[in-house]
C-alpha cells in the first residue's frame, strides 16, 4: 500500500461543514469562509473598492526593499527560491501591499486619479505553525492610493467597523481598535535616536531579540512581550512627544472623524506594526478570544513606499485582515453563518427518474433555484425513503419526487419539507416554467 501523503505542515485543507470534523481540529469551514467573502464583497463595494489580482509569486527584491531588508519576514520567515529557468531570485508574497504598489507603479495606475482597492488570497512566511498563524494563511486587503487626507485614514477605519459588525461582532466586547501616530521621517529619526540612547543605558535589561533589534530597528523593542521587560519598556520615549503640529494636526483630524461617529478607540503608544514603511496612522482591531493571536486586523499611512519602491511620490493607506484568525474569532464567539441549504432536493427513483430529474433541475438552476440530486453510488440508488431522510438532512425547503406512478403520467411529486405538516401535490414536469415561482416564492 502506497504511503499517504500529507500536506505541507502549516498549510490547510478548509472543508465544508458537512465533513466531520477531528475533535482536534481548529481551522473554521469552508461555509463560514464563504459567508465571510460575500460579506466582505458587499461592504467593499459599498465604500467603492474595486479588486486588484497580483501574482502569488514576486522578486525578492520587492520586499527586500519595500518591507525592509532587518525585519524579521525578510530575515527569517520567507519562502524564497532560485528560478532554475534563468536565475532569478524569487519569492512567494509574504504580505500584499509591497505587490500592490509594485502593480500600481509598473503599470502607471495612478495616471488618471486615485484608487480604492482590494485583495485577497494566500500569504506564506515561514514560522512555527500554531493556532491562528500558519505557513500559507490568507488575508483581505484594502488600498487607497493617491490620497493624501486623514479623511481615507478615518474612511478605511470605519470600513473595518461596518465588515466586522456586519459579520456578529461587537466592539468592546468581541474586539476593540487602538490607534497611533508614527509621524514623519524626521520625527522617527529623532525619536529613534532616544530610543537607542535610552536603550543603550539599559542594555542589561534587553533580551537577544531586542538586543538584536537595537542595532537595526529599535522602534520593534516597543512591541515587545516579554514580561521581564515591560517596565523598562513602558517607560521608554514616546514617539507622541516628537510629533510636530502638522502630524498631530492630521492625528486629530482622524481621531475627530472617529469621536463624531461614536467609535470608541485607545491610543497605544505603543503601538508600532511590524513593517519599515508606515507613517502617520497606524490602527489595529484587537481580541482577547484568540489567546496570543489578539490583532485581528491591522494597517495604516504609508506615503512614501511608492517612491521608494521607484513610483512617483504618492501618498497611500491601507490595512490587512487575516481571514483565518477572524474567522476562528468568529467561532469562537458563536457566530454562526446563514445556513447554505439547496431551494430543492430532487428524489430519484430509476434510470427513467434521473433523467427527467436531471432535465427538470437543470430548468430550474436556470430559473436561479439550487437544486440537489441524489446521485448514485457503487450500490446503485437507495430506496425513496433513504432518500428522503438525505433530503430532510439537506436543509432543502422542497423535496422533488421522480418516481412511480406521477413519473409514468408525466408529473413530478412536490413535497414541502420545512413549515409543518404539507401533503405532497403534482406537478407537470413538460412546464417547470409554469412552478418555479412557487418555489422561489413559498
Same mark, same amino acid.
Given at each position: 500500500?502506497?504511503?499517504?501523503?500529507?500536506?505541507?505542515?502549516?498549510?490547510?485543507?478548509?472543508?465544508?461543514?458537512?465533513?466531520?470534523?477531528?475533535?482536534?481540529?481548529?481551522?473554521?469551514?469552508?461555509?463560514?469562509?464563504?459567508?465571510?467573502?460575500?460579506?466582505?464583497?458587499?461592504?467593499?463595494?459599498?465604500?467603492?473598492?474595486?479588486?486588484?489580482?497580483?501574482?502569488?509569486?514576486?522578486?525578492?527584491?520587492?520586499?527586500?526593499?519595500?518591507?525592509?531588508?532587518?525585519?524579521?519576514?525578510?530575515?527569517?520567515?520567507?519562502?524564497?527560491?532560485?528560478?532554475?529557468?534563468?536565475?532569478?531570485?524569487?519569492?512567494?508574497?509574504?504580505?500584499?501591499?509591497?505587490?500592490?504598489?509594485?502593480?500600481?507603479?509598473?503599470?502607471?495606475?495612478?495616471?488618471?486619479?486615485?484608487?480604492?482597492?482590494?485583495?485577497?488570497?494566500?500569504?506564506?512566511?515561514?514560522e512555527r505553525p500554531q493556532k491562528g498563524r500558519?505557513?500559507?494563511?490568507?488575508?483581505?486587503?484594502?488600498?487607497?492610493?493617491?490620497?493624501?487626507?486623514?479623511?481615507?485614514?478615518?474612511?478605511?477605519?470605519?470600513? @473595518?467597523?461596518? =465588515?466586522?459588525?456586519?459579520?456578529?461582532?461587537?466592539? %468592546?466586547?468581541?474586539?476593540?481598535?487602538? $490607534?497611533?501616530? #508614527? /509621524?514623519?521621517?524626521?520625527?522617527?529619526?529623532?525619536?529613534?535616536?532616544?530610543?537607542?540612547?535610552?536603550?543603550?543605558?539599559?542594555?542589561?535589561?534587553?533580551?537577544?531579540?531586542?538586543?538584536?533589534?537595537?542595532?537595526?530597528?529599535?522602534?520593534?523593542?516597543?512591541?515587545?512581550?516579554?514580561?521581564?521587560?515591560?517596565?523598562?519598556?513602558?517607560?521608554?520615549?514616546?514617539?507622541?512627544?516628537?510629533?510636530?503640529?502638522?502630524?498631530?494636526?492630521?492625528?486629530?483630524?482622524?481621531?475627530?472623524?472617529?469621536?463624531?461617529?461614536?467609535?470608541?478607540?485607545?491610543?497605544?503608544?505603543?503601538?508600532?506594526?511590524?513593517?519599515?514603511?508606515?507613517?502617520?496612522?497606524?490602527?489595529?482591531?484587537? @481580541?482577547?478570544? =484568540?489567546?496570543?493571536?489578539?490583532?485581528?486586523?491591522? %494597517?495604516?499611512?504609508?506615503?512614501?513606499? $511608492?517612491?521608494? #519602491? /521607484?513610483?512617483?511620490?504618492?501618498?497611500?493607506?491601507?490595512?490587512?485582515?487575516?481571514?483565518?484568525?477572524?474567522?476562528?474569532?468568529?467561532?469562537?464567539?458563536?457566530?454562526?453563518?446563514?445556513?447554505?441549504?439547496?431551494?430543492?432536493?430532487?428524489?430519484?427513483?430509476?434510470?427513467?427518474?434521473?433523467?427527467?430529474?436531471?432535465?427538470?433541475?437543470?430548468?430550474?438552476?436556470?430559473?436561479?433555484?439550487?437544486?440537489?440530486?441524489?446521485?448514485?453510488?457503487?450500490?446503485?440508488?437507495?430506496?425513496?425513503?433513504?432518500?428522503?431522510?438525505?433530503?430532510?438532512?439537506?436543509?432543502?425547503r422542497f423535496a422533488l419526487v421522480f418516481a412511480?406512478?406521477?413519473?409514468?403520467?408525466?408529473?413530478?411529486?412536490?413535497?414541502? =419539507?420545512?413549515?409543518?405538516?404539507?401533503?405532497?401535490?403534482?406537478?407537470?414536469?413538460?412546464?417547470?416554467?409554469?412552478?418555479?415561482?412557487?418555489?422561489?416564492?413559498?
Amino acid at each position: 500500500m502506497a504511503e499517504i501523503l500529507r500536506a505541507v505542515k502549516g498549510m490547510n485543507d478548509i472543508f465544508p461543514a458537512s465533513v466531520p470534523r477531528k475533535a482536534s481540529e481548529t481551522l473554521p469551514t469552508s461555509n463560514l469562509w464563504q459567508w465571510f467573502e460575500q460579506t466582505a464583497r458587499s461592504v467593499l463595494q459599498r465604500y467603492g473598492y474595486q479588486n486588484l489580482m497580483t501574482p502569488i509569486v514576486e522578486p525578492t527584491a520587492l520586499f527586500v526593499r519595500g518591507i525592509g531588508e532587518v525585519t524579521d519576514i525578510v530575515e527569517k520567515e520567507m519562502y524564497s527560491f532560485e528560478d532554475s529557468m534563468n536565475g532569478d531570485r524569487l519569492t512567494l508574497r509574504p504580505e500584499f501591499t509591497a505587490g500592490i504598489v509594485r502593480a500600481i507603479i509598473e503599470h502607471n495606475a495612478l495616471y488618471n486619479g486615485p484608487l480604492r482597492l482590494w485583495s485577497t488570497g494566500p500569504l506564506f512566511r515561514h514560522e512555527r505553525p500554531q493556532k491562528g498563524r500558519y505557513r500559507q494563511f490568507h488575508q483581505l486587503d484594502v488600498e487607497a492610493l493617491g490620497f493624501t487626507g486623514p479623511d481615507v485614514d478615518a474612511e478605511q477605519i470605519l470600513l @473595518t467597523r461596518t =465588515l466586522l459588525r456586519e459579520l456578529g461582532l461587537k466592539e %468592546g466586547e468581541h474586539v476593540r481598535l487602538e $490607534i497611533n501616530s #508614527l /509621524g514623519q521621517l524626521a520625527e522617527r529619526a529623532a525619536h529613534r535616536a532616544a530610543l537607542v540612547t535610552y536603550f543603550e543605558a539599559n542594555a542589561d535589561l534587553l533580551d537577544e531579540d531586542s538586543q538584536r533589534r537595537l542595532k537595526t530597528n529599535p522602534l520593534r523593542i516597543l512591541d515587545s512581550k516579554n514580561p521581564s521587560m515591560q517596565a523598562m519598556v513602558d517607560a521608554a520615549p514616546r514617539l507622541m512627544d516628537f510629533l510636530g503640529a502638522e502630524t498631530l494636526a492630521h492625528f486629530d483630524a482622524v481621531r475627530a472623524v472617529l469621536d463624531a461617529v461614536g467609535l470608541e478607540y485607545r491610543i497605544n503608544t505603543r503601538l508600532v506594526r511590524g513593517l519599515d514603511y508606515y507613517n502617520l496612522t497606524v490602527f489595529e482591531w484587537i @481580541t482577547d478570544q =484568540l489567546g496570543s493571536q489578539g490583532t485581528v486586523c491591522g %494597517g495604516g499611512r504609508y506615503d512614501g513606499l $511608492i517612491e521608494q #519602491l /521607484g513610483g512617483k511620490p504618492a501618498p497611500a493607506v491601507g490595512w490587512g485582515l487575516g481571514i483565518e484568525r477572524l474567522l476562528l474569532l468568529l467561532e469562537a464567539v458563536g457566530v454562526v453563518p446563514p445556513e447554505q441549504a439547496p431551494d430543492v432536493y430532487a428524489v430519484v427513483g430509476g434510470d427513467e427518474g434521473r433523467v427527467s430529474a436531471m432535465v427538470a433541475a437543470e430548468a430550474l438552476r436556470a430559473a436561479g433555484l439550487s437544486v440537489l440530486q441524489h446521485a448514485q453510488g457503487p450500490e446503485g440508488l437507495p430506496s425513496l425513503k433513504a432518500q428522503f431522510k438525505k433530503a430532510n438532512a439537506s436543509g432543502a425547503r422542497f423535496a422533488l419526487v421522480f418516481a412511480g406512478e406521477e413519473l409514468a403520467r408525466g408529473m413530478v411529486g412536490l413535497k414541502p =419539507l420545512r413549515g409543518g405538516e404539507s401533503a405532497q401535490v403534482e406537478r407537470p414536469l413538460n412546464d417547470v416554467a409554469s412552478w418555479v415561482a412557487e418555489l422561489r416564492n413559498a
